[in-house]
């Protein structure tokens, strides 16, 4: 398959997450074991759409490598990646045990999120109310916290002055939606009752939209929810990953500005 062939072109500079093999010990022979899966590689940059798979990944304990995926160097756009990911966004995924034992590659992190909770069967319940009330709450995510609380950070924090319309525009929907979350979270302990890939989508949007509004003051039922969920030992394990990776661009102001050309004022390149 082309999209796995290119994938195993860029595990060469994969950070291995996965448990090393145990030498072999000398004795007498033992059954034949089941091969050991291969690991899912996670194409992955620290970011709030990063952090979505990090965290499922770590919650479901599956194997995986994390292949980092540079987009303030532009290594979104490699033809490698552009084959398994071709809106140039990370996350992906690529499952050498797909279905049928094929491997299978996946783009948008929603889809990815899905994916892993049927395959693994957990945090995303085969009982139809109960997964449609997940649905409702990660598509909530997609189209609303996670879009909107991005369009608010680049008005406020990386726009040059003015723009003062579509900072307020923006502000103010991430502020509505932190109400609406609010007053659900009144009386559910996660979005979608018990804990699922819903909470994990919007983990990182919540801690990006605290740094646009006083969520601590304004909206205590997400402040709680946000601490439930980060004393989860997966969820600290999943947010750490790669942390190391942006620290050291944001501590490098030519990165920086590197960064912000390619991020900045995308067009189609075709
Ligand atoms: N809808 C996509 C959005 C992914 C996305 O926007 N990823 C950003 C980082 S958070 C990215 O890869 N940006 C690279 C670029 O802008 O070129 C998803 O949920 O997977």
Sequence with gaps: ???????????KSASRIAAAKPPR????SRPASPPKKKPIELY????PNGWKISLM????RLPYVMVPVNIGKGEQFTPGFLKISPNNRMPAIVDPDGPGGRPISIFESGAILQYLGRKTGKFYPADERRRAAVDEWLFWQMAGLGPMT???NHFLNHAKEGNDYARKRYGDEVHRLLGVMNTRLADHDFLAGAYSIADMACWGWVIAASRIVDVDAEFPNVKAWRDRMGKRPAVERGFALGRALREAQNADPKAQEEARKILFGQRART
């Design 1 to 11: 398959m082309a999209k796995a062939k290119a994938a195993a072109s860029r595990r």
């Design 25 to 28: 010990k000398a004795g007498p």
């Design 44 to 47: 992955y940059w620290p970011t």
């Design 57 to 60: 990944l770590e919650e479901c």
């Design 150 to 152: 991005g369009q608010a």
